[in-house]
């Protein structure tokens, strides 16, 4: 399979893909270095919302610059050979480009939980107000996504 062949076309199989995922990569841009982290999170059609704390580097470093890129990926199991430089990986991933925006507003983050939470479990939730001051959320609104497969 060319390289031209595993591009991912529709934003459906796209979206599917996201879906799927239990973990994604937050890449994000702390000063002249990358900075990644795994996290949990939601997706609405249009945005990705992820929760945190109230401070630290990764808010930091979205105050400072919110462009940001979001990997999602799954393994879908190994290609084997007798040759070493035969073996691969059948695998789906999708990159995600936008802008994060801290949420302040209490009814967004609620939506933000809600959106999270559905990524994982069906269910209508409550928060306690305790929780909802303690917690922080990013919202990425997404530019543009790209994906790639081997099956």
């Not at 799927?20 to 270095?33: I, N, Q, S, T």
């Not at 982290?37 to 401070?55: Q, R």
Request: charged share 35%; proline share 3%.
């Amino acid at each position: 399979m060319g390289k031209r062949e595993r591009i991912i076309r529709e934003r459906a199989e796209m979206e599917e893909i996201m879906r799927e995922c239990r973990v994604c990569r937050l890449g994000m841009v702390d000063g002249d270095e990358p900075y990644v982290v795994p996290m949990s999170f939601g997706y609405d059609g249009k945005s990705i919302y992820f929760h945190c704390g109230l401070s630290g580097r990764k808010l930091d470093a979205l105050r400072r610059n919110p462009r940001v890129c979001v990997e999602f990926d799954r393994l879908d199991g190994m290609i084997t050979s007798d040759r070493g430089c035969g073996w691969s990986m059948r695998f789906r991933g999708v990159l995600a480009f936008g802008r994060a925006v801290i949420v302040e507003g209490r009814e967004e983050k609620i939506r933000g939980l809600d959106v999270i939470l559905a990524q994982y479990t069906p269910g209508d939730f409550t928060y306690p107000e305790a929780t909802l001051d303690r917690t922080g959320m990013i919202r990425v609104d997404v530019e543009k996504m790209t994906g790639r497969k081997r099956e």
